[in-house]
């Protein structure tokens, strides 16, 4: 890895990857975004120094012709992919555009990649491919049985990148299935872990959709940072190459309700307050409980989550207190 495109570079896990690839001893780092305006405050940008050189670059990844431009210049030897529209709400009203953006995005960047010799590829995937599963933890093997247009977008994205590998087109992919992400610098605030923080910076209790009785896999955004990376050279040192099928669970392998979620967070913030239940507020397309089995990630890639979540929350909160 000497010279990377990272497309969603000022998203919420771009911004952090970015900091993480300050000692990588990198050539180049370029970025695309769709934003039209980056603000100089949140840009992944500022993170980087030094002799690497970085540039942005603002296209939407729906534009063939503008992103081959881009690989066709930088000359990339690998392809971070984590742009995409990522709510599921958002993917129920409009799953057209969700469709458009996840599917046939993805296609043109594998493409640009396929034509300008990018090595390594690697796709943000996401633990909603499974659904509603029964039988926990969750593995890789277990079939696909996506509930919303968001969890089917990220399936059929999947299937782009393992015909690329297969028709030998791009030499090393690997699809990493991330659980439910979390951290500071999350601007769009639509995870429960920000939306619960912003709520309790305020002394104001968090709110449950349903009864709080739903799990969910917490892992943190450095984790996840350290997983791409981790993915990258284990692809240059040929661990992936012979596998069957390249994909990988990014969670902690632990599974923690909403109600759990929102006690933790009380007591870190000291607020002697009960959490707010809204019945029938669950959108369609809500899995009940997710939590992954990580041994592949772990064999393969030697990835282990290190941040706990309690550790993890009162960074959050302390973040949000700051930023209030």
Do not use: W
């Not at 995870?191 to 309790?200: E, K, M, P, Y």
Request: contains cysteine.
């Amino acid at each position: 890895m000497d010279r990377v495109i990272i497309t969603g570079g000022n998203g919420f896990i771009g911004r952090h990857l970015v900091k993480k690839l300050k000692s990588a001893k990198l050539s180049a780092v370029a970025l695309i975004s769709n934003l039209s305006r980056i603000d100089d405050k949140n840009s992944a940008g500022r993170n980087l120094q030094g002799d690497i050189q970085f540039r942005t670059y603002t296209a939407d990844i729906r534009d063939r012709n503008v992103i081959s431009n881009i690989f066709r210049e930088e000359k990339a030897d690998t392809c971070i992919h984590l742009a995409a529209k990522i709510s599921v709400a958002d993917s129920i009203n409009n799953p057209d555009e969700t469709m458009d953006i996840n599917v046939n995005g993805t296609l043109n960047v594998l493409e640009a990649c396929s034509n300008n010799k990018v090595k390594n590829f690697v796709f943000a995937s996401s633990a909603a491919v499974y659904g509603d599963v029964k039988d926990l933890p969750i593995s890789e093997n277990h079939v696909l049985t996506p509930l919303s247009p968001y969890g089917k977008s990220k399936m059929f994205a999947e299937k782009l990148v393992f015909r690329y590998n297969r028709l030998k087109k791009i030499q090393n992919t690997a699809s990493l299935r991330i659980f439910n992400v979390y951290g500071t610098d999350n601007v769009n605030q639509t995870d429960v872990v920000s939306r619960f923080s912003a709520r309790l910076s305020k002394g104001l209790p968090p709110i449950i959709s349903g009864d709080g009785k739903h799990t969910r896999d917490f892992i943190s955004v450095d984790d996840v940072s350290d997983g791409i990376l981790l993915s990258i050279k284990a692809m240059e040192n040929g661990y992936i190459g012979d596998l069957s099928s390249p994909v990988f669970n990014i969670g902690s392998g632990a599974g923690t309700s909403i109600d759990d979620l929102a006690r933790k967070m009380l007591k870190i913030s000291e607020l002697d307050v009960d959490p707010i239940y809204e019945e029938g507020k669950n959108d369609n397309g809500v899995i009940m409980h997710s939590y992954a089995d990580i041994t592949r990630a772990k064999k393969t890639l030697h990835f282990v989550a290190k941040i706990d979540l309690e550790r993890g929350l009162r960074e959050i909160i302390r973040a949000f207190v700051v930023r209030k």
